[in-house]
C-alpha cells in the first residue's frame, strides 16, 4: 500500500494554545502507523470571520501514513474531542481545530471532507506555515508565494511567528 504524505494546519485560541497544539502533535505522532515529516514554525495570528476572540496560535506538521483520508479525518476528530474542542458556532473560540489541508495528490469534495481545504488560498495562518515545510506535491511552490504575497496586500489578517 503507498504511502499517502498528508499535511495538518493544527491551531487553538483557548487556554494554553501551545500546550493542546504540542499535546496534539504529541497524539498524532504516537499513533502506529503515522509518521511526522515534519513542522512548521509557531504563529500568532488574528481570528478569521468571528473576530471577537482571542488570538490563535498555529503551526502546520507534515505527515507520512498508509490510513485513507476518512481515517485521518476520523484520527483528528477523536483528538479535537479528547482536547476539548466544542462544535457549537462556526469560527466559535477553540481549543484545537486540526483540518486536514492536503492529503497527497488527491482531491475531494464531499459534504464533510474538502481536500485540498477549500479555505487554505486565503488563509495567510496556513500558507506562511506550511511554506516552510512544503516540497511541491499539490500545488507549485511559487504558487503559494504568489498567493501569499497578494493576501498581504488585500487582507487584515495579522500573523507573527512566535518561538516555540
Same mark, same amino acid.
Given at each position: 500500500m503507498e !504511502?499517502? !504524505?498528508?499535511?495538518l494546519s493544527l491551531g487553538g485560541n483557548i487556554g494554553d494554545r501551545k500546550g493542546y497544539i504540542q499535546k496534539a502533535i504529541k497524539m498524532i505522532g504516537k499513533i =502506529?502507523? #503515522?509518521?511526522i515529516l515534519g513542522k512548521s514554525g509557531l504563529y500568532e495570528t488574528t481570528p478569521v470571520g468571528y473576530l471577537e476572540q482571542n488570538l490563535f496560535l498555529n503551526v502546520v506538521i507534515k505527515i507520512e501514513t498508509k490510513f485513507s483520508e476518512r481515517e485521518i479525518l476520523k484520527i483528528i476528530n477523536k483528538i479535537e474531542? @479528547? %482536547?476539548d474542542r466544542k462544535r457549537e458556532i462556526r469560527w466559535e473560540p477553540r481549543t *484545537?481545530? #486540526?483540518d486536514i489541508l492536503l492529503f497527497? =495528490? !488527491? !482531491?475531494i469534495d464531499e459534504i464533510d471532507l474538502i *481536500? &485540498?481545504?477549500? @479555505?487554505? %488560498? =486565503?488563509?495567510?495562518?496556513? %500558507? *506562511? &506555515? %506550511? *511554506? @516552510?515545510i512544503y516540497d511541491g506535491d499539490y500545488f507549485e511552490k511559487e504558487v503559494i508565494v504568489k498567493r501569499i504575497d497578494e493576501l498581504f496586500k488585500i487582507e487584515d489578517q495579522k500573523i507573527q511567528k512566535i518561538n516555540d
Open positions: !504511502k499517502n !504524505k498528508v499535511y =502506529n502507523g #503515522i509518521k474531542a @479528547e %482536547l *484545537i481545530d #486540526i497527497s =495528490n !488527491k !482531491k *481536500i &485540498p481545504h477549500k @479555505e487554505m %488560498l =486565503n488563509r495567510l495562518f496556513v %500558507l *506562511i &506555515p %506550511l *511554506i @516552510e
